[in-house]
């Protein structure tokens, strides 16, 4: 159990450019879910795959993000256009069941200048 | 109403005190709770879940549950400076994922 991974931990991105994060859960979780975080504020839903099913999108998830995670496995989250609001740290976290929690990584930290 | 409602703080707690840190949730149906802890910078750490009315506890720390009051607190006794963070409480209300509080910054004073 190697954790979960998140790649890269900042970055920096000038406005209207794409970036693209990769979060890789603990291996046996079928379940994982991308958080937003902006300084002050508690976690953000965005979104959830159970397997590769995307299941649910928050209203926060614009037609600029889009998340997937083929094959069930490894997952990405892009945003197209970024605007200066997407500042904030993106979090990644899996389980085998929400019931009992969540195992976050270590988050990916945006800057948009 | 917002879903999960904590006090943000700060909270001052001296050395050795108890910490003593409150949520209040919405939605009735929820079945599951936890207290995350966040050091500045980092990412949530799960440090207490609970499931049924009463009380948890796992070292110096003190989970309690009461559903009809819709209310979570979790008690941190023999503070440490080491304790000092922000404590995220969250609630999952059966639809599989966890909404959060904005927290609570708590503070130990050596």
């Known amino acids: 159990d190697t954790g979960v991974s998140q790649d890269p931990r900042h970055k920096i991105t000038k406005r209207g450019q794409n970036v693209t994060f990769r979060c890789d859960p603990i291996?046996?979780?079928?379940?994982l879910y991308w958080y937003r975080q902006t300084l002050g504020q508690g976690p953000e839903f965005l979104t959830y795959f159970q397997n590769e099913a995307q299941l649910e999108k928050s209203r926060l998830l614009s037609d600029r993000f889009s998340a997937e995670r083929p094959k069930g496995s490894f997952s990405t989250l892009e945003i197209q256009r970024t605007e200066q609001g997407d500042s904030a740290m993106y979090l990644c976290?899996?389980?085998?069941?929400?019931?009992?929690?969540?195992?976050f990584g270590s988050g990916t930290r945006l800057t948009v200048v | 109403q917002k879903e999960v409602e904590q006090n943000s703080g700060p909270l001052s707690v001296p050395e050795g005190a108890i910490a003593s840190l409150n949520c209040t949730y919405s939605d009735r149906g929820s079945q599951s709770f936890f207290w995350y802890r966040q050091y500045s910078g980092k990412s949530p750490e799960l440090i207490m879940s609970i499931y049924s009315n009463g009380d948890k506890e796992d070292g110096r720390f003190t989970a309690q549950l009461n559903k009809a009051s819709q209310y979570v607190s979790l008690l941190i006794r023999d503070s440490q400076p080491s304790d000092s963070a922000t404590y995220l409480c969250?609630?999952?209300?059966?639809?599989?994922?966890?909404?959060f509080g904005k927290g609570t910054r708590l503070h130990i004073l050596p």
């Open positions: 291996s046996e979780h079928n379940r």
């Open positions: 969250a609630v999952n209300r059966g639809d599989d994922k966890i909404i």
């Open positions: 976290a899996s389980s085998l069941d929400s019931h009992y929690g969540y195992t």
